[in-house]
């Protein structure tokens, strides 16, 4: 059947193998696709002449990556998983350990450019369902119309990488585009799946899904509309009988709304600098926790009263899951009460002294209300720093948001409605200027690259004509 080599993407099935099959060049599927005309069965022939495969990556994802935190960084030890295409996946990747998924076990897989992992079958169906699916045995990231086609955007953009370690595949969506070859926004989305031992995915999780900056969600040939609206795409896992399997949610929407795990339509911001673990080993589904922080840790100050939150999503329809925690290390901390439902928000509070200075760890546990109820765990690491002082104020949350915070090495910049801010300056600890960013007139949104700035805490100053306002941010790594 299909080449267990690097040069992958050579044919293309649509769909699950079918005797009557109709055999379509590149440009015939395209112009099929485009008019809704493909027929059931269609097999695409990648014109490759015109294709070549890269020996390395060679560059970061635009707004970069981290050295910890969920995001692992594609370097020379990745491959690039298949040539730009619309609709293609890779052929059969042999896997040196074994990855269950809902008790069933896979030494092998296929990466599908649109947005998944499968198992036995590749897929290249760009309008995604909801799960349970009997069709599907997948792990899906982000299931929906990818194209890589425009090859404009520079090295390390519009591509997706893998790498094979003995426990564990990281595959990569750098920087994607959507049907039919858009690139005016683009995704940039990992997943890890594991033996269930390797640290990477912690927790004795198998599964993680990591997301940087989101900014579509459909193709045009899901009935999306400039990348939005249509068919909602899926981030999930799927074992393909009907039944077992897990959703953390369908986006089809401009915001950062979220409705729960089945609604069928949720905010694409909302993924926004996340991160999910999930555990596939056995049958049932243990809750899934998901959170926005760098490295699992954030960096207080004393005497600062913080607020932080995270998502508890019971895994399967028609289960609730409650959460709790505990942090010794601090006296003050407090979690809000949480209201058992499909998912959970859960907020925490913490107003360190100076006698807690260091480091101390929160442990959250989670748990459903299954028949034989099944629970998760998670653990955040807070750094409680002395308090930072540059004479300036910290009154901006009204002017402009900065996310995630702590950070590693990029955090997003969302000004406020009306605001007319023109710079943003950061500040070190001891006053000093370190970074200004020029904000362009009707600008509403500022990626902001941190590699250059040390570890800790700093102070964030928007100003613009008449307009000053401040917040605090901090590097974590």
């Known amino acids: 059947m299909f080449p267990r080599c690097p040069v992958l993407g ?49 560059g970061a994802p635009k707004g970069g990556g981290g050295p910890c935190g969920c ?3 594609p370097d020379a030890s990745y491959t690039l998983a298949m040539v730009a ?55 899906a990231p982000f299931w929906a119309d990818v194209d890589t086609r425009d090859t404009t955007l520079g090295a390390g953009s519009n591509e997706v990488w893998y790498k094979v370690t003995p426990t564990a595949i990281y595959v990569n969506w750098v920087n994607v585009g959507y049907y039919n070859s858009m690139s005016d926004k683009l995704n940039t989305f990992q997943v890890i799946i594991t033996d269930g031992t390797d640290p990477v995915v912690p927790g004795g999780n198998n599964v993680s899904f990591c997301y940087l900056d989101m900014q579509w969600t459909t193709g045009a040939a899901s009935q999306g509309v400039n990348g939005f609206g249509g068919i909602s795409a899926t981030v ?37 600098s996340t991160h999910f673990y999930l555990n596939t080993t056995n049958a049932g589904v243990p809750p899934i926790i998901g959170s926005g922080f760098a490295c699992d840790s954030i960096v207080v100050q004393v005497n600062s009263s913080s607020s932080h939150q995270m998502v508890v999503i019971a895994g399967a329809p028609g289960q609730a899951v409650n959460c709790t925690s505990v942090c010794p290390g601090i006296a003050s901390y407090q979690q809000v009460p949480t209201v058992p439902g499909e998912q959970t928000n859960v907020v ?23 028949v034989v109820p099944l629970t998760s765990t998670y653990q955040v690491l807070v750094e409680v720093v002395p308090a930072l002082s540059t004479g300036l104020g910290d009154a901006g949350a009204e002017v402009f948001t900065i996310a995630p915070n702590p950070s590693v090495d990029q955090s997003i910049i969302t000004l406020a409605p009306g605001s007319d801010i023109r710079t943003m300056r950061f500040f070190d600890a001891q006053g000093r200027r370190v970074l200004d960013l ?37 590097v974590s790594r």
């Open 10 to 58: 050579l044919f293309l099935v649509v769909g699950l193998a079918a005797s009557a099959q109709t055999v379509l060049s590149e440009s015939e599927y395209d112009q099929r696709k485009t008019a809704g005309t493909l027929p059931d069965h269609p097999v695409l022939v990648a014109d490759m002449a015109k294709k070549s495969l890269k020996p390395a990556h060679p």
């Open 71 to 73: 995001w692992v960084q």
């Open 85 to 139: 295409n619309d609709d293609l996946f890779s052929a059969a990747i042999p896997l040196p350990f074994t990855f269950t998924l809902f008790g069933d076990q896979y030494t092998e897989l296929y990466i599908n450019n649109n947005g998944n992992l499968s198992f036995i079958d590749p897929y290249s169906t760009f309008s995604s369902n909801s799960f349970p699916s009997a069709d599907y045995r997948m792990v």
């Open 236 to 272: 999930g896992v799927n074992r393909g009988d009907g039944i077992s399997h897990a959703q953390v949610g369908r986006f089809a929407l401009n915001d950062s709304s979220y409705g729960g795990p089945y609604a069928d339509t949720s905010g694409i911001s909302w993924l926004d």
């Open 348 to 370: 925490f509070n913490l107003t360190p002294d100076a006698s807690e200075v260091g480091q101390h760890l929160i442990t959250f546990t989670a748990i459903n209300d299954d």
């Open 438 to 474: 020029p904000v362009q007139a009707g600008s509403d949104r500022l990626v902001v690259d941190l590699a250059p700035l040390a570890k800790g805490p700093y102070l964030v100053v928007a100003e613009g004509p008449g307009q000053r306002a401040a917040q605090r941010v901090v």
